[in-house]
């Protein structure tokens, strides 16, 4: 069994309220020296089975469709313990 995980991100350009609101915060907890917070969404996929291209594409198809919203929001799919294997939506 092998574990693929999912980072959603929002893009760059869409405001982040729950980041900012961190970021405000940070000083205040004695976190100083942070210029940005960014909060996204991680899934961890148990997979029954090899990790093939296909089984890859299938993760890539449920997190593009089911997981992010596409329009608003960017994912990486990686295998744990490897490197990065698919990108940011288009």
Request: negative net charge; glycine residues 8%; proline residues 4%.
């Amino acid at each position: 069994m092998a574990r693929v995980v999912v980072d959603v991100m929002l893009k760059p350009e869409i405001l982040d309220p729950q980041g900012q609101a961190v970021q405000r915060a940070l000083p205040r907890l004695g976190f100083d020296g942070i210029s940005d917070v960014r909060q996204g969404k991680r899934f961890e996929l148990e997979v029954d089975g090899p990790v093939d291209e296909a089984a890859l594409a299938r993760i890539h198809d449920l997190a593009e469709s089911f997981l992010a919203n596409t329009v608003i929001e960017d994912f990486t799919v990686k295998v744990e313990g490897a490197a990065e294997v698919a990108g940011a939506a288009k």
